[in-house]
């Protein structure tokens, strides 16, 4: 099931740039730097590991779809609905924004 956007490179550019910025605040997060003064107990520290872990593979994924579409994961709206809500959830809100816009669009060329 290959679908050819019309917007496709709009979408292809949003997505990684989506992913960028997640990983860009994933590493942040994790070396805290917002918060310097902050004193984090053990069980803050492995909860942030773990959301790390689960972040960074979100974000593997999203940079997959964008850069080799429809090799193993298709690039599809449906997928990119999906990435978007898994970066809002586990990474940032902006990062997920972005990949929501590219969704948008693919969805309105569908219709």
């Known amino acids: 099931m290959t679908k050819n956007y019309k917007n496709g490179q709009l979408m292809k550019f949003l997505t990684i740039i989506g992913a960028v910025v997640g990983l860009v605040y994933l ?8 918060n310097q003064y902050q004193v984090l107990p053990i069980d803050v520290g492995i909860d942030i590991v773990v959301n790390f872990i ?7 994924l999203t940079f997959w779809v964008a850069l080799k579409p429809n ?12 990435f978007a809500i898994l970066l809002i959830i586990f990474v940032d809100i902006i990062a997920g924004v972005l990949v929501l816009i ?8 569908d219709l």
């Open 27 to 34: 590493i942040l997060r994790l070396t805290n730097v917002g």
């Open 54 to 60: 689960i972040g960074l593979v979100v974000v593997i």
């Open 71 to 82: 090799n193993p994961i298709p690039f599809h709206w449906i997928v990119l609905l999906i």
């Open 102 to 109: 590219a969704f948008l669009i693919g969805l309105i060329e």
